[in-house]
């Protein structure tokens, strides 16, 4: 009987030293860990080559990322900031985390391709990206961008017709 209970109190030692481990795992993180999250900041200067007629200044860019080695992968979200454009062409700092390769899904298998999108509804209808409003110019350029360059990457833009 004295060996059944000293092997019930040894599991029973066990299970308790255990739980105290997985308790220490899920406590959540402190904010010293979490403000030593790194961002750097890419300029993008938006620019055209009409005249715009710009009543609602507010506009979202976002930057999105793809893996270049899938084909048909849908991009990421990796930041977005609203910002204010009141003629153009103007420039903007955008932060991105430096840990945004790490965000892309379904993960990266042969580099990454970085892009820009906006929502805008320029012409203040209530409308974003329909006619009338100011929207990036595809035909143009490809609003690509790259993560660690420090001078303005032009984003080419045209009125919707």
């Known amino acids: ?15 308790l030293s255990s739980c105290n481990k997985q308790e220490k795992k899920d406590q959540p993180t402190t904010p010293e860990t979490t403000e030593n999250v790194k961002s750097e900041n890419i300029k993008i200067e938006f620019t055209g080559t009409e005249t715009f007629t710009i009543k609602n200044p507010k506009l979202k860019v976002s930057l999105y990322g793809v893996s270049e080695g899938l084909q048909d992968a849908p991009a990421t979200l990796i930041t977005e900031k609203e910002v204010e454009g009141k003629a153009i062409p103007f420039t903007i700092e955008l932060p991105v985390p430096a840990d945004a390769e790490s965000k892309i899904t379904p993960k990266p298998t042969n580099g990454v391709k970085y892009y ?45 017709k």
Not at 142 to 158: A, R
């Open 1 to 15: 009987m004295r060996n059944h209970l000293l092997l019930f109190m040894a599991a029973g030692a066990l299970t």
């Open 116 to 160: 820009i999108a906006t929502e805008w509804d320029s012409d203040g209808n209530g409308k974003a990206n329909e006619k009338g409003d100011i929207f990036i110019d595809h035909d143009k350029e490809f609003p690509n961008v790259k993560i660690n360059s420090e001078t303005p990457q032009k984003i080419y833009v045209k009125t919707l």
